[in-house]
């Protein structure tokens, strides 16, 4: 026996051709709306037979001082996490206590679970850490009925006002060994799965292609350090005259460090090393390394500024995605021929 999927706010939205925000807006009787607008959010929600939850009914006139977190399977990789740590950090500062559920797999019944969790708490708002395109998914067939915002990617239900342009960092990094002079460059890349990562590959390969290059080699790795030194031999073992390798994060890019310090492989004289994130770590790196920063305080303190305002019945104003940095330090350089 199969029970009938019920309807979600962003079932809702997509009828009534707005955001889910908007949906939200009229839920909690917002004043700053169009009568037209209203009439059409509250008219797709008599279509489709939408019933918000208890929970979400109560925010309406009452506050707990919570904004829940949602982390899918991610909480102990770079970049989330300290997303993570910059949104709570946000939080806090504007006067909420902020409740965190991380779940092991990003799996619709997992995160449903998490998100139950978090309404039990009558948290006002949510954010949804959701890096992987199978969270992505299982987000949007969820209900959330409080005002919420996802971080994952744009264009699949996440707000891009609130992420690091990760294709323009990828262009950013090609960019740089273009211009030291490189041609034969290669990419370790993140796990596709990750929307990050696919951003990352094609920024890296539209960036080439307008200056009529093809990758040298693009290798997948897992994110770790491991990853990246097994690419790195495969990298130094079958590819000829390799000019650079852009790395998808900084962990595969020591380990490429790595793979080239056991083949007698000269970074930067030999190869130029370029990396992702700009941990604390990286200053450090034999040689220190050249890298691509993400302002994740920004996107902390954007993710919150969007929040209060939904809970205040506003429009958040419109910024572009938070743009990446070039770090340039001792791991990159021109190629000597």
Excluded: K
């Amino acid at each position: 026996m199969t029970t009938e999927r019920q309807p979600t706010i962003r079932d809702v939205a997509v009828r009534a051709g707005v955001s889910y925000q908007t949906v939200s807006r009229v839920l909690n009787d917002s004043p700053q709306l169009r009568p037209r607008t209203r009439e059409r959010v509250l008219a797709a929600i008599s279509d489709l037979g939408f019933r918000p939850s208890a929970a979400a009914r109560a925010l309406a006139t009452s506050r707990s001082g919570l904004i829940g977190i949602l982390a899918a399977e991610s909480h102990s990789f770079y970049g989330t996490a300290t997303a993570m740590a910059a949104i709570e950090q946000a939080a806090r500062d504007a006067g909420y206590r902020v409740p965190v559920v991380n779940v092991a797999s990003p799996d619709a019944e997992s995160l449903a679970d998490g998100l139950e969790h978090l309404q039990r708490e009558s948290v006002e708002a949510i954010v949804v850490l959701a890096p992987q395109e199978r969270a992505l998914e299982a987000i949007e067939s969820l209900s959330i009925d409080v005002p919420f915002v996802t971080l994952g990617a744009a264009g699949r239900g996440a707000d891009p006002r609130l992420l690091v342009d990760q294709a323009a960092g990828g262009r950013l990094a090609t960019e740089h060994l273009l211009a030291l002079g490189h041609r034969r460059i290669a990419h370790v890349a993140g796990p596709q799965h990750w929307v990050e990562a696919h951003a990352r590959l094609e920024g890296f390969t539209t960036r080439l292609a307008e200056d009529g290059l093809e990758p040298a080699r693009v290798i997948e790795g897992d994110w770790s350090a491991e990853s990246g030194y097994r690419a790195g031999l495969r990298l130094l073992d079958e590819v000829a005259d390799l000019d650079a390798v852009f790395a998808g994060n900084d962990q595969m890019a020591l380990g490429l460090l790595h793979a080239c310090a056991d083949r007698g492989v000269r970074v930067p004289a030999d190869l130029s090393v370029i990396g992702f994130d700009d941990v604390p770590e990286a200053a450090h790196y034999l040689p220190p390394l050249t890298t691509i920063r993400q302002d994740f305080a920004e996107v902390g303190r954007r993710t919150i500024g969007v929040v209060l305002a939904e809970l205040r019945g506003e429009t958040a104003a419109v910024d572009l995605p938070v743009p990446p940095q070039l770090v340039e330090r001792a791991s990159t350089a021109r190629p000597v021929r």
